[in-house]
Every structure is written in structure tokens, then in C-alpha cells.
């Protein structure tokens, strides 16, 4: 789950699986896969970061899966 902000400044948790696509139109546009759309103050950038984060929360030891020996 990733937390984002709405133009009004309220906070809106989205779980990060969901999203289908981001747009940076002036304001991010976040797509999820249920088609429902949400425009937050974040930048598109801003957003993968997030996503990222969390995805490396979840999966902490998934780097380790891909060394090379």
C-alpha cells in the first residue's frame, strides 16, 4: 500500500498492485486496474518511487535471488 496525496491535501492509501498505469497530465493520474481513476499532487516519478519502496519492503530478499555466484 502507498500513500498519496489528493489536490484537496487529504491522504489516500492505494495497495500498489492495483495500479494499471500513471499519467503525468499537470497532475498525476493514477489508474487502477478496477478502472477507477485518481488525480493526486504527486509527481509520476514520486509515485514509482513509492512503489518501489513498498515492493522492497514486501520482498526484502528478492536481490538476493538474482546474484550471481
Given at each position: 500500500?502507498?500513500?498519496?496525496?489528493?489536490l484537496?491535501g487529504?491522504?489516500?492509501?492505494?495497495?500498489?498492485?492495483?495500479?494499471?498505469?500513471i499519467?503525468?497530465?499537470?497532475?498525476?493520474?493514477?489508474?487502477?486496474?478496477?478502472?477507477?481513476?485518481?488525480?493526486?499532487?504527486?509527481?509520476?516519478?514520486?509515485?514509482?518511487?513509492k512503489?518501489?519502496?513498498?515492493?522492497?519492503?514486501?520482498?526484502?530478499?528478492?536481490r538476493?535471488?538474482?546474484?550471481?555466484?
Amino acid at each position: 500500500m502507498i500513500e498519496v496525496t489528493r489536490l484537496n491535501g487529504s491522504s489516500l492509501i492505494i495497495k500498489a498492485e492495483l495500479i494499471e498505469t500513471i499519467e503525468g497530465t499537470p497532475d498525476a493520474v493514477i489508474m487502477l486496474t478496477s478502472g477507477k481513476k485518481w488525480v493526486v499532487s504527486e509527481t509520476p516519478q514520486q509515485l514509482i518511487d513509492k512503489v518501489i519502496a513498498y515492493k522492497r519492503q514486501c520482498y526484502p530478499d528478492v536481490r538476493e535471488l538474482y546474484k550471481e555466484n
